[in-house]
């Protein structure tokens, strides 16, 4: 089941999301903080999956970016945080959230995604993703980029 939301307080993405930066190895000290300083960035959502007995699968963030120059204008769909909890990994269930955050881009005129990894991008390759090394991303980590 998957559920859309950009209530950062729910306790299924906040226990998700736990999880996450526990896996990345990242510590955080106010967690009620960073939670209700997320609530409040009103542009970015997630989906939330789960199975049919409530048990998390995982999760997708993802906003709308623009990118601007003097000439040139485009909303790109920017996919923030990604993750799967790791006994639900290789059944489908990421390709499946990112095909349903590449349909909301597209349902809202928005044409290209794009994200950082430095932890699957063999995945979002085998998506139809490519690497977009003219972009550079302030965390250094690879950009990847899919024309929708």
């Known amino acids: 089941m998957d559920q ?5 307080t729910n306790p299924l993405f906040q226990q998700a999301f736990k999880q996450y930066f526990a896996e990345l190895g990242i510590t955080v000290k106010d967690w009620d903080g960073l939670f209700q300083e997320m609530k409040e960035d009103t542009d970015t959502s997630v989906i939330i999956r789960t199975d ?3 048990a998390l699968i995982g999760f997708l963030m993802f906003q709308p970016t623009p990118f601007s120059s003097w000439f040139f204008e485009e909303t790109c769909g920017f996919i923030r ?3 799967i909890f790791p006994e639900f990994r290789g059944f489908g269930h990421g390709k499946a959230l990112l095909r349903l955050a590449e349909e909301h881009f597209l349902q809202n005129s928005i044409y290209t995604s794009i994200l950082t990894t430095d ?6 390759l085998k998506n139809g993703y490519r690497r977009a090394p003219g972009i550079r991303a302030k965390n250094e980590d690879d950009v ?3 024309h929708l």
């Open 4 to 8: 859309f939301t950009n209530d950062f």
């Open 52 to 54: 049919n007995s409530g």
């Open 81 to 83: 945080e990604f993750f």
């Open 119 to 124: 932890t699957a991008p063999d995945f979002y």
């Open 144 to 146: 990847f980029i899919k």
